[in-house]
């Protein structure tokens, strides 16, 4: 069984090419709680499908420059899990089906940063 989202907001950290062929990428999002202080809700690798494909030759910026800033995205997808019973663990898996860049890579720090998750 899957679990579906539709319009969520991620930060993308990196991407990498998977054995497979497919591409995956490093994302996060984030909420702020009662104090005001943002916490992490999910970090984690996203494989891409359909008509986030395209997304994959988006050119992230490099961690190392001074002011990148990773790139933030609306994706749709969905999540499902799997409970391996040899290590007892659950394993999630997640895949964007639908990319929209909210920003351009390599834009530099913005002023207001309190909207920036």
């Keep these: 069984m899957a679990l579906w989202f539709n319009d969520t907001y991620f930060t993308v950290w990196d991407k990498r090419k998977n054995d497979s062929g497919t591409v995956s990428l490093l994302i996060s999002n984030s909420s702020k709680n009662k104090a005001g202080e943002w916490n992490q809700d999910?970090?984690?690798?996203?494989?891409?499908?359909?008509?986030?494909?395209?997304?994959?030759?988006?050119?992230?910026?490099?961690?190392?420059?001074?002011?990148?800033?990773?790139?933030?995205?609306?994706?749709?997808?969905?999540?499902?899990?799997?409970?391996?019973?040899?290590?007892?663990k659950t394993m999630w898996y997640l895949t964007l089906t639908r990319i929209e860049a909210l920003d351009a890579p390599n834009n530099s720090q913005s002023e207001d940063d309190d909207d920036w998750c």
């Design 42 to 88: 999910f970090r984690g690798w996203a494989t891409l499908a359909g008509a986030a494909k395209p997304f994959a030759n988006v050119q992230l910026p490099d961690s190392s420059e001074n002011n990148a800033r990773p790139v933030r995205i609306k994706a749709n997808g969905y999540m499902r899990n799997h409970y391996d019973k040899e290590y007892k």
